[in-house]
């Protein structure tokens, strides 16, 4: 176990792409951290600089205290676990989990006595028991990924890297490994590094989640704490699904935010962040669940209601998201209670009311800042 340490860290391949831009970032002993975003944000690249995998062009990278820049992968102490599961098809299970203790026996001083029970005891942790002597053809994508996970902790790392490890697994299988993953973590409490694009594994896995774009982090904080408070626009589009509505108007008599021939009355809160705030276009951020149908027309709160007609209606059991446009907006989303859908079908007019006090309104700069934080 290890604290990690990324000061000012860049990575410029040598056509020029800049794929990292002075990162800095501290993960703690025994975090389980969280690197998110789309592809070619930097993500992958950042792990692999940890790995040793990619050189650092700039900037230190520390574990537990040392720093690593020129330091070869295999003496950093760190286990990865890579997206294609990387192992040695001629090899059955055992000998795949143990083949890299046994290639370092002389410098870790191990006895066979001691790999065996490494191998036994994290089979019987991972449910691999009863596969030790299978080859990996035989085995199911999950069982694979198990044996791969598995390869990585009996080596006892300061720290755990993984690169996508689920992204050729089903929906299933996928869900069912990332509970495994979760457990596993708090069972070993090893430092962990975690790389996805997929913003609901981010968010159930991390102590902390890194939104990363173009090289750069965006924001780093507790899964909720990103969910709620957004640092600006593409943090809010990235994590959340549906993504957050963003709805582009103005402001008018300093209390209400309009769009085409609507307008929504503000709180208190989004009134006091606009304090200060330069006039002109503004982008009011709405989540999915802020919003709720309102079959009659009839609102105790006439001010916060959005006009507009259905386009699509996706049920997903206990809950619908309800596509449609309002204006000059085509594409918002609201997701609601099943019981609650009423008489609404495709085409009809709906009215929406709308949670103001928890919607944020952003900047339409290139940064997209949110002014309600």
């Known amino acids: 176990m290890a604290t990690v340490e990324l000061r000012d860290v860049s ?13 800095s970032l501290s993960i703690g002993d025994r ?13 992958t690249t950042t792990l692999r600089m940890v790995a040793g995998l990619e050189e650092i062009s700039s900037g230190t990278l520390s574990i537990d205290g040392r720093i690593v820049n020129d330091v070869a992968p295999k003496d ?60 990996p053809k035989t085995l199911s994508g999950g069982q694979r990924q198990r044996v791969a996970v598995g390869r990585a902790i009996v080596r006892n790392p300061k720290a755990f890297l993984f690169d996508e490890p689920l992204s050729n697994l089903d929906a299933k299988l996928r869900l069912g ?28 896995l991390g102590d902390r989640i890194v939104v990363m774009k173009d090289g750069v982090i965006q924001q780093c904080a507790a899964p909720l704490e990103v969910y709620q408070h957004p640092a600006n626009r593409f943090v809010a589009g990235f994590i959340g699904t549906p993504p957050m509505n963003m709805l582009l108007g103005s402001l008018a008599e300093g ?21 200060g705030a330069a006039n002109g276009p503004i982008e009011l951020g ?41 204006d000059e907006h085509p594409h918002l989303v609201c997701r609601t209670d099943a019981r609650h859908m009423g008489s609404i079908q495709v085409q009809t007019r709906v009215v929406f009311s709308v949670d103001m006090e928890k919607c944020h309104l952003f900047e339409t700069t290139a940064t997209g800042k949110n002014l309600t934080l």
């Open 11 to 23: 990575k410029i391949y040598p056509d020029g792409v800049q794929a990292v831009n002075h990162l």
């Open 286 to 326: 709405i989540r999915p669940e802020l919003l709720s149908p309102n079959n009659t027309g009839d609102s105790t709160s006439p001010g916060a209601q959005i006009h507009g007609v259905v386009n699509v209606i996706e049920p997903l059991g206990n809950q619908v998201d309800i596509h449609f446009s309002a």
């Open 76 to 135: 950093r102490d760190i286990a990865m676990v890579f997206q294609n599961y990387a192992l040695y098809p001629h090899m059955n299970v055992y000998r795949n989990m143990a083949f890299s203790l046994q290639m370092r026996r002389h410098d870790l001083k191990l006895t066979s006595a001691e790999i065996d029970r490494r191998v036994r005891e994290t089979a019987a942790i991972l449910g691999l028991t009863e596969v030790l002597n299978s080859k």
């Open 255 to 275: 209390k209400y935010f309009s769009f085409g021939n609507q307008r929504l009355e503000l709180p208190v809160r989004l009134t006091s962040a606009m304090k």
């Open 177 to 204: 490994t990332r509970a495994e993953i979760k457990r596993l973590h708090q069972r070993l409490r090893t430092t962990t590094i975690y790389v996805t694009h997929d913003q609901e594994e981010a968010m159930t």
């Open 31 to 43: 975090e389980f951290i969280v690197l998110v975003g789309p592809s070619g944000c930097g993500k």
